[in-house]
């Protein structure tokens, strides 16, 4: 028989469940406050005891309101909240248990794509859906049978008010691919497909994690290159930054399709060249200089960002030098170095020539040649800062560069 203070446990919990049932929507919501201001850090046998062997109870009544109210946002933080008290005890694999069963996952998965619940809401949901991956590989993979992956990268494409909320559904795409071999492919294809949504935040956080995972891949997926080359034209350096790391770990390793470095080298030269007949179509519509500057109405041409970013990633590509030679490189950075209409690409690819010149005799002497003796002192001399001792001739110099080097074997100094 039950002992005076199970009695009283009983007693409370009996009352406790009566106010729920009988209670408005406010007192439902300070009954969850109470209960998550009391239990912040408890094991599911002191929770047991609490309620008198009968939490299950109360746990179930916040799962049933939860998916009755969840799409009117009616408490759902404070719900969200109350259940992770039940599943983080440390212990609490039967509070798990009854979640699922009763589709706890489909509605946390449901609650991250829902327009008008906050990202507030939505944070917490991941916070659960993290707390559940971290159980196991098991529960891993049952998230990713339900769409998960897809919910939780198309939340993090879409919550481009939130960034704490977008670190979150990172966080939690980093764990499901962690141990999940069965479907670390579908995250990489995830987060490939986040880097077309339009918000920055979202496409740095992907592409930094695919810097993680593609080093566990054997394969590079043939859709990612185009999409990576084209984060170079974002106004956003962390962005650029971390496509600029990317394509240095796409170059350097060797993947099972051993193309992969050659055709990604190709795409930056063909966007060179498109960014160079552009430049040369401004200038032949009489756009060049102010009128070009007062065209853009603020900023540069998102095809001259992406410009100045590939002379900076080639810079930085040390061991890719010779492939570069091989593309007629040295003719394109000299173009580049006479673009008026955007300093920062003179500049990057007046240092990137210079470590050219630098490693090749050959590179050293066609320069020389393409630019003249006094023209290359400059430059020589003073990488960093030539754009801006060029005058217009000088610049026009450089656009009409005649240098040819497409050979298999430059000699290095």
């Not at 919990?13 to 408890?42: A, C, P």
């Not at 507030?120 to 049978?145: F, M, P, S, V």
Request: glycine share 4%; hydrophobic share 40%; charged share 20%.
């Amino acid at each position: 028989m039950p002992n005076a203070r199970q009695e009283a446990s009983l007693t409370q919990i009996r009352r406790l469940l009566s106010r729920w049932d009988q209670g408005s929507t406010k007192v439902r919501r300070q009954i969850l406050l109470d209960f998550i201001e009391l239990h912040k850090t408890i094991t599911e046998p002191e929770l047991e005891s609490e309620f008198a062997q009968s939490a299950s109870l109360f746990f179930t009544r916040i799962t049933s309101w939860l998916r009755i109210t969840y799409l009117f946002g009616t408490c759902l933080n404070e719900q969200l909240r109350a259940l992770r008290v039940f599943l983080q005890s440390s212990t609490g694999n039967k509070y798990l248990g009854e979640f699922l069963d009763v589709g706890g996952l489909f509605t946390l998965l449901e609650i991250l794509n829902v327009n008008q619940i906050k990202d507030e809401d939505k944070l917490q949901a991941l916070d659960l859906l993290k707390l559940i991956a971290d159980n196991g590989r098991t529960y891993k993979e049952l998230i990713c049978q339900s769409f998960g992956i897809r919910a939780i990268a198309e939340c993090m494409a879409k919550s481009d008010t939130s960034e704490r909320t977008q670190k979150g559904a990172q966080i939690l795409l980093d764990s499901l691919a962690l141990g999940n071999p069965l479907y670390i492919q579908q995250v990489y294809k995830g987060l490939i497909a986040i880097l077309l949504s339009t918000s920055p935040k979202a496409q740095e956080l992907s592409i930094s994690l695919l810097c993680k995972l593609q080093p566990q891949l054997e394969k590079v997926h043939g859709s990612l290159l185009e999409p990576v080359v084209n984060l170079l034209q974002s106004y956003h350096a962390e962005v650029q930054y971390q496509a600029i790391e990317f394509i240095q770990i796409l170059m350097s390793h060797k993947w099972n399709n051993e193309s992969t470095a050659a055709v990604l080298a190709q795409q930056l030269i063909i966007c060179l060249n498109e960014s160079l007949n552009q430049e040369k179509n401004d200038i032949d519509n009489g756009e060049e200089n102010n009128d070009l500057i007062d065209s853009l109405k603020g900023g540069p041409m998102p095809i001259f960002i992406q410009q100045a970013a590939i002379c900076k990633c080639i810079r930085l590509l040390a061991d890719q030098r010779e492939r570069f030679l091989r593309l007629n490189i040295v003719h394109l950075l000299l173009c580049v170095m006479g673009n008026e209409a955007y300093p920062e690409s003179q500049r990057q690819a007046s240092l990137t020539l210079h470590t050219f010149v630098e490693k090749y005799s050959i590179v050293y002497d066609k320069v020389f040649e393409a630019l003249g003796e006094q023209l290359f002192e400059i430059f020589y001399r003073d990488p960093d800062g030539f754009y801006s001792e060029m005058n217009s001739i000088q610049a026009d110099v450089c656009r009409s560069n005649r240098v040819q080097m497409s050979f298999d074997n430059p000699t290095s100094n």
